[in-house]
T-cell receptor
Framework: DQQVKQNSPSLSVQEGRISILNCDYTNSMFDYFLWYKKYPAEGPTFLIS?????DKNEDGRFTVFLNKSAKHLSLHIVPSQPGDSAVYFC?????????????FGKGTKLSVKP | EAEVAQSPRYKITEKSQAVAFWCDPISGHATLYWYRQILGQGPELLVQFQDESVVDDSQLPKDRFSAERLKGVDSTLKIQPAELGDSAMYLCASSLGEGSETQYFGPGTRLLVL
């Protein structure tokens, strides 16, 4: 059973508009959430994270929102740029130690069209 | 900027052969992770080290996979013998090792088993 779910395999957005990528999780022990961006044949690049004690974290064009009651988080990219086209992975971890490994979703492929 | 180094970037081998992957984490990072990513899926943990000790290897197929981090710095992941189903991207990540926190990934090794 998948603990981290990204239900949209792909998303297409026009340049300059907002991209919203969604992620749901089932494990209430998760206390740290991250978004990674991945280009083909490269490793994931860290984008932004949020602790479970917060509901929002912003870094430049990227904002992550966390709704713990709904076990849902989202990544907003504003404005979207063609260079943002990549696969975005949502990941979660629970408490560090042997629970510190990341559980990933399957990814959402974002295409930003000029 | 400090990065996780991995080599080789690409490896083609025949089934039943032995392969080895190397990872050098970011300096000062106590925790090192090996993940495997199959196309269309998110990365999945194979093994986690805290310094030189294995913290979690529950998902490592121990009949053919082995991993070591002898001096608590760089690490080697070995597969012997390789099988067709081992074709995947092998990713190394590291973190400071102080609880739930950001993991930084290397560029990965793409393995193709023929």
């Amino acid at each position: 059973d998948q603990q981290v779910k990204q239900n949209s395999p792909s998303l297409s957005v026009q340049e300059g508009r907002i991209s919203i990528l969604n992620c749901d999780y089932t494990n209430s022990m998760f206390d740290y959430f991250l978004w990674y961006k991945k280009y083909p044949a490269e490793g994931p690049t860290f984008l932004i994270s949020i602790s479970s004690i917060k509901d929002k974290n912003e870094d430049g064009r990227f904002t992550v929102f966390l709704n713990k009651s709904a076990k849902h988080l989202s990544l907003h990219i504003v404005p979207s740029q063609p260079g943002d086209s990549a696969v975005y992975f949502c990941a979660a971890s629970a408490g560090g130690g042997s629970q510190g490994n990341l559980i990933f979703g399957k990814g959402t492929k974002l295409s930003v069209k000029p | 900027e400090a990065e996780v180094a991995q080599s080789p970037r690409y490896k083609i081998t025949e089934k039943s052969q032995a392969v080895a992957f190397w990872c050098d984490p970011i300096s000062g990072h106590a925790t090192l992770y090996w993940y495997r990513q199959i196309l269309g899926q998110g990365p999945e943990l194979l093994v986690q080290f805290q310094d030189e000790s294995v913290v979690d290897d529950s998902q490592l197929p121990k009949d053919r996979f082995s991993a070591e981090r002898l001096k608590g710095v760089d690490s080697t992941l070995k597969i012997q013998p390789a099988e067709l189903g081992d074709s995947a991207m092998y990713l190394c990540a590291s973190s400071l090792g102080e609880g739930s926190e950001t993991q930084y990934f290397g560029p990965g090794t793409r393995l193709l088993v023929l």
